[in-house]
C-alpha cells in the first residue's frame, strides 16, 4: 500500500486545516488508519487512529475536541480535520496504514504501523 498525504500548509493560531491521505490500493475492512506527526527536533508522536470498518477513533490527549479523523471507503481515503491550531501543533504530519490481520484493538504504536505516507508540512504561526 502506498500513501499519498496532503492539505498542509501555514495556518494562523485558531486556525483549521484538513489533511488528506490518500491510499493506492482498496483499504480492507481489517485495516487500521492513522495520522502522526514529528516536530522539528522531537520523537515521532501519535496524534489518531480509526478503525475501516467501523469508524471507530482513537486520539491523542492533546488534539481531543479540536481534530477529528474520518475516511471516504468510496475514495480509500483518510482525513484529519484540524481546528482551532496551536503554534506547538506544527509538525510533518505522516499517514500510517495498518494491516490488523489479527484483528486487534486500535494502537497508538508506529512500530505496529506497515506503510507510511510522504508526510505533508503544516506551520502554526502568526
Known amino acids: 500500500v502506498q500513501l499519498q498525504a496532503s492539505g498542509g500548509g501555514l495556518v494562523q493560531p485558531g486556525g483549521s486545516l484538513r489533511l488528506s491521505c490518500a491510499a493506492s490500493?482498496?483499504?480492507?475492512?481489517?485495516?487500521?488508519m492513522a495520522w502522526f506527526r514529528q516536530a522539528p527536533g522531537k520523537e515521532r508522536e501519535f496524534v489518531a487512529a480509526?478503525?475501516?470498518?467501523?469508524?471507530?477513533?482513537k486520539y491523542t490527549d492533546s488534539v481531543k475536541g479540536r481534530f477529528k479523523i474520518s475516511r471516504d471507503n468510496a475514495k480509500n481515503a483518510v482525513y484529519l480535520q484540524m481546528n482551532s491550531l496551536k503554534p506547538e501543533d506544527t509538525a510533518v504530519y505522516l499517514c500510517a496504514v495498518r494491516q490488523n490481520p489479527q484483528r486487534t484493538p486500535l494502537t497508538a504504536s508506529g512500530a505496529q504501523y506497515d506503510a507510511w505516507g510522504q508526510g505533508t508540512l503544516v506551520t502554526v504561526s502568526s
Open positions: 480509526l478503525t475501516w470498518r467501523e469508524g471507530s477513533t
Open positions: 490500493v482498496p483499504i480492507l475492512s481489517n485495516y487500521h
